[in-house]
């Protein structure tokens, strides 16, 4: 197997561990897991999750100790757009009657950082 693609299965095994434990500080917190790793199409949801009449999106990112590029710079405004449409996909099969919100939680090695949630139920999320 080649260094890159050991790379590659290094970095997906990074980031589904950090997805693992972001789901279970977010259950800790009260929130109910929806979905996890929700493929539609091309495009994919990282965590669903809910607590009283509050859908959130949450977006994993994980770099490991001292990488180039931190996990809190690692959404760019075009993967915002994807996660955005991708979000409209579900809505679209899975109306939501309460609020939608996204939050970003980056994990650097083991340091885990809650942004603050935005509101996504307002915007004009194309269709």
């Not at 500080?25 to 790793?37: F, K, Q, S, T, Y």
């Not at 609020?99 to 090695?109: A, I, K, L």
Request: glycine share 6%; charged share 30%.
């Amino acid at each position: 197997m080649s260094t890159r693609t050991q790379q590659g299965h290094r970095a997906r095994r990074t980031g589904r561990r950090a997805e693992r434990a972001t789901l279970w500080l977010l259950w800790l917190r009260g929130w109910d897991p929806v979905a996890e790793n929700l493929k539609l199409g091309r495009r994919e949801l990282d965590l669903l999750v809910v607590r009283g009449t509050d859908l959130r999106l949450i977006e994993v990112k994980a770099r490991r100790s001292g990488a180039w590029v931190a996990a809190d710079t690692a959404l760019a405004s075009e993967q915002r757009l994807r996660l955005q449409t991708a979000l409209r996909a579900y809505l679209d099969r899975v109306p939501w009657p309460g609020t939608v919100t996204f939050q970003r939680v980056s994990w650097s090695g083991w340091r885990c950082r809650f942004h603050p949630p935005e509101r996504w139920d307002a915007l004009k999320i194309p269709r």
